[in-house]
């Protein structure tokens, strides 16, 4: 674990904060000598339900809780003045260090490292091209963008942000057919690689054989930590990922990283230039700081220390529900996306009288609330413990418990 004194260290050690708190500037008398103020609790005070997250890092749930390092870095840098570019700059300098990339740039969100890492490749650097987005026609721009029929599923309409025409494909004979002057990148969504018929290795090796650059949206794809790393040595020309997830990093920050030339593209679409299509995503300099440091604490966890946790906790709610009559549990990992150890309950329906939904239900109107991934099936519903608080698992235990039990006929 990093210590306070060693965070406060590597950032003072970045180039714009070594040369500010250098200077000697002091702060005005009255920041330093005013009474601390009252601190409020506005999550009671607005009357906000909080709740047990033991569904995972879902946008709607406020993703992840950023770690005491990521906090004490929000709040240092909130303090300085420093101009953004500069920011970005010697952050995405350290991310693409750490990620094995040519360069990196911190962004507002995943989503957002889609729409100006596809902007970045539509427009290369010329500053008249970069205005004329989301207009393509009359351009001369490249305006075709490739991508499986199973990769389409939802995340795909990022790229439509920059007014680009998407190509869908199913078949390698397809994808070479759909190859034309038009096509200006090939795009893969990480977590549907299994369903689609063609595969990492294949996608690159046709997009190189034809000069096209290739994005992965990996959003959701850490654990395992190398995946931070692994689709960029793969040789992919871009890869996006969320910031909040796993990494517990700031929910609306997010990392783009890959070739230099199409990063600095990418940052000509970003603020704090505006007259592109990129202004509003805007990330600031506590958000970019913070990113860079939740990404380097995740990057130096112990990782198989982590995992034994989880499974652990896994294992003490299946035991908690191990007697109940009807009532069966397995430990689940997902393919690829939130890959991580949880546990799916489910029943036999002639003895249980209950749905998914209900059982959510049961367990998010309890007290205290708990948040299960209870919208999959009307037969299960799966407990993921990651996101979980130290000895939360055994309030989740006994609440799940309690809820099956009344179910039992």
Not at 58 to 84: F, G, K
Request: hydrophobic share 40%; net charge neutral.
């Amino acid at each position: 674990m990093i210590t306070r004194r060693k965070l406060l260290k590597r950032i003072t050690a970045l180039p714009f904060f070594g040369g500010l708190l250098g200077t000697g500037i002091a702060l005005p008398a009255a920041a330093t000598t005013a009474a601390a103020p009252v601190k409020r609790n506005l999550i009671q005070e607005l009357g906000l339900r909080t709740f047990i997250n033991a569904a995972g890092n879902y946008t709607s749930m406020t993703a992840s809780l950023m770690p005491e390092e990521v906090m004490e870095t929000i709040n240092e840098s909130s303090r300085h003045y420093v101009m953004l570019d500069d920011v970005q700059d010697a952050v995405g300098k350290k991310i693409a260090e750490l990620c094995h990339s040519e360069a990196a740039m911190v962004t507002a969100g995943c989503w957002s490292a889609l729409v100006l890492g596809t902007a970045g490749v539509l427009t290369g650097k010329d500053p008249k091209i970069v205005a004329m987005l989301p207009f393509l026609e009359g351009s001369g721009m490249k305006t075709e963008i490739i991508l499986q029929k199973t990769h389409a599923n939802g995340y795909h309409h990022a790229l439509t942000n920059t007014g680009a025409r998407l190509v869908l494909v199913e078949t390698l004979e397809e994808l070479e057919a759909a190859i034309s002057e038009k096509t200006a990148m090939m795009w893969f969504l990480n977590r549907e690689e299994p369903q689609g018929q063609i595969k990492h290795r294949t996608w690159i090796e046709v997009a190189k054989k034809h000069g096209i650059p290739t994005m992965n949206d990996i959003a959701a794809d850490v654990p395992p930590v190398e995946n931070l790393w692994k689709y960029n040595d793969m040789g992919y020309d871009l890869v996006a990922i969320s910031g909040g997830k796993a990494m517990c990093g700031p929910q609306s920050a997010g990392i783009l990283m890959g070739r230099k030339d199409l990063i600095e593209a990418a940052r000509l679409h970003s603020p704090p230039r505006g007259g592109n299509i990129g202004r509003g995503n805007k990330v600031n300099k506590e958000e970019i700081l913070g990113m860079y440091i939740a990404l380097e604490t995740f990057i130096n966890r112990d990782h198989d220390k982590i995992w034994k946790t989880w499974e652990n906790r896994v294992a003490y709610i299946a035991e908690a529900l191990a007697d109940i009559p009807g009532i069966r549990t397995e430990t689940v990992i997902p393919e690829i996306a939130n890959e991580n150890p949880t546990l799916k309950v489910s029943w036999d329906k002639d003895r249980v009288s209950l749905t998914g939904k209900l059982l959510g239900e049961k367990m998010r109107n309890g007290s205290p609330s708990i948040e299960t991934i209870s919208w999959e099936s009307e037969d299960y519903i799966r407990v993921a413990v990651f996101m979980l608080e130290k000895g939360q698992e055994k309030i989740v235990a006994k609440r799940l418990r309690e809820s099956l039990l009344e179910a039992v006929g």
